[in-house]
């Protein structure tokens, strides 16, 4: 299943949906590209659930995703008290993958959460298989 993400309230919609089913803003006129620098942006955002929604989005883009990597690093850092959160952006950043991404990993091996700690761990198995 594809989703949207409203760029106007945050609202996940059905991939195939032209107009946000909660505030009505038109989905379709977007370019991929300018998505992705929504939610990029929305990244920053001051409410947690909203990050979280992003944070599941960009896990479902993978490699197209590839882009926010630098942003998701920095949403870590930001949400040093929700290990929860924490634990997602690692799960996102291992879909989204590339080379750069083991040495953050392996930076956070020692994460005093072990909640962290499991979804590196997690993800460095996932990149061992990987190509
Ligand atoms: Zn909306």
């Known amino acids: 299943m594809v989703y949207k993400y ?6 996940l919609n059905k991939g195939e949906e032209e107009i946000c089913q909660y505030c ?3 989905l379709k006129a977007r370019k991929e590209e300018d998505y992705l620098d929504k939610l990029i942006w929305a990244l920053n955002h001051r409410d947690k659930e909203t990050v979280a929604r992003v944070v599941n989005i960009l896990k479902m883009l993978g490699p197209q995703a590839y882009r926010a990597l630098p942003a998701l690093e920095k949403a870590f850092q930001n949400y040093e008290k929700d290990p929860y959160l924490q634990a997602d952006i690692i799960l996102a950043l291992g879909e989204i993958g590339g080379y750069e991404l ?4 392996f930076s956070l091996k020692d994460h005093p959460s072990i909640i962290v700690q499991k ?7 996932q990149l061992g298989r990987g190509p």
């Not at 083991?102 to 990993?105: M, S, V």
């Not at 979804?119 to 198995?125: D, E, M, S």
């Open 6 to 11: 409203c760029p106007a309230c945050y609202a």
């Open 24 to 26: 009505g803003q038109n």
């Open 102 to 105: 083991r040495d953050f990993l």
């Open 119 to 125: 979804a590196v761990c997690q993800v460095l198995a």
